[in-house]
């Protein structure tokens, strides 16, 4: 699959968790006035005895947030160039191109591909 049709498909599904948010805020005023008969017990208000749309909207929230940040942080880590470790029998060589390179250099000279060490 290109790169681009990737960061494309994943960014649709951050959209989508960010969508599934919506219900929630939208209803902010009505959670709250839930939580403002007692402030104090926020469990109560979120546990098994609260009425059946907290529960609901509470759900695909943290649902829609898992999905947000899980595919958002695929879509801006897709395509970026991973380092490689060079081989250390003997010479020490670039693993991608087979290069010669000194011990500790950062980048190949003859690939420009990252190294670690």
Not at 33 to 46: G, H
Not at 50 to 74: D, E, H, I, N, S
Not at 89 to 105: H, Q
Request: with cysteine.
């Amino acid at each position: 699959m290109p790169l681009t049709v990737r960061r494309v498909l994943y960014s649709l599904l951050a959209a989508l968790g960010f969508i599934m948010m919506v219900p929630l805020m939208a209803n902010m005023r009505r959670f709250q006035a839930a939580l403002a008969m007692d402030p104090i017990a926020v469990e109560s208000a979120l546990g098994a005895g609260a009425p059946g749309w907290v529960l609901r909207l509470t759900g695909l929230f943290l649902l829609g947030l898992l999905l947000a940040t899980g595919f958002l942080y695929a879509a801006l880590s897709a395509g970026v160039p991973r380092a490689w470790r060079p081989q250390e029998n003997g010479v020490s060589r670039c693993r991608r191109c087979d290069a010669e390179i000194r011990f500790g250099i950062g980048r190949c000279p003859v690939c420009d591909q990252q190294l670690v060490w």
